[in-house]
């Protein structure tokens, strides 16, 4: 990996959907490789409009998005909001399906998918249904599966929304810990300043009608972020100019 490449960078894109809604336009956007960037705004201005872009999973209506060689839509994750695990498949199934998809022995898929939720504190309910779960739990398998394929560009699509703020602090702390540790690219949707400061390298704030990118803003941070840095003055002191950014960036739409 060539860290601070860019690995998908998007030129001019534009999203206008059957309704005659402008989703997106004049995007650009550089994800570099290992970066960890958050997309920051507010409801309807096009974050998911623009991940899905990202994914492949919708076409854009004008513009270009180019990856680095050797990359592709294959090594793409994707977590969405709701866990979307299958309800009657186990735990260690739902995370080894994407493995056999991609061709991969039952039992070797078994191993690796094990050791991916261990390593999302989840060692021991490889065999438990998803109902048997917590709202935090689900979202772990959720994100096991979209790591275990190893993909070079983790998108997720507000992932930590629905659940309550001890366990999004849980999940935020542990979700930088497996990119710390592991380095793979990540694009993460959120509406809070407070979790794209402590997670994200940089941010890029939208603004709505149409969504665009309204500011990019690079968050300096400890190499660990941890409970200290949360209740530091630092981490206060960027979450009140990345609010001011987002507080302008309405503004302007207003
Ligand atoms: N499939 C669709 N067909 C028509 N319009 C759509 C579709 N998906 C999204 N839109 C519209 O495009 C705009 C951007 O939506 P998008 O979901 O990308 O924004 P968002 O910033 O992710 O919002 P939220 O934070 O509420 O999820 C909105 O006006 C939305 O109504």
Wanted: hydrophobic share 50%; aromatic share 8%.
């Amino acid at each position: 990996m060539n860290l601070g490449a860019p690995l998908v960078s998007l030129r001019g894109v534009a999203k206008r959907y059957a309704t005659g809604t402008l989703a997106l336009d004049g995007i650009d956007l550089a994800v570099r490789q290992g970066d960890f960037l958050a997309l920051l705004g507010p409801s309807g201005c096009g974050k998911s409009t623009l991940l899905r872009i990202m994914a492949g999973l919708a076409a854009p209506s004008a513009g270009a998005i180019d990856w680095a060689a050797g990359e592709g839509r294959g090594d793409v994750g994707f977590v969405f909001q709701e866990p979307t695990l299958m309800p009657w498949a186990t735990v260690l199934r739902n995370v080894t399906l994407p493995l056999e998809l991609a061709g991969m022995k039952r039992a070797e898929a078994e191993d690796r998918a094990a050791e991916w939720l261990a390593r999302v504190e989840l060692g021991g309910f490889e065999h438990a249904y998803p109902r048997a779960l917590s709202g935090g739990m689900k979202m772990r398998v959720s994100i096991a599966r979209a790591l275990v394929t190893r993909p070079r560009l983790l998108l997720l699509d507000e992932p930590f929304a629905a659940l309550d703020e001890i366990t999004r602090f849980r999940l935020n702390n542990d979700l930088l810990k497996l990119w710390q540790d592991e380095r793979f690219t990540v694009v993460f949707v959120t509406h809070s300043v407070f979790e794209s400061v402590f997670l994200a390298e940089r941010i890029v704030v939208m603004a709505p009608r149409p969504g665009r990118i309204a500011q990019s803003l690079e968050v300096t941070a400890p190499a660990r972020r941890g409970e200290e840095f949360r209740t530091s003055a630092e981490y206060a002191a960027q979450c009140r100019t990345v609010s001011h950014a987002l507080s302008a960036a309405m503004g302007a739409a207003a």
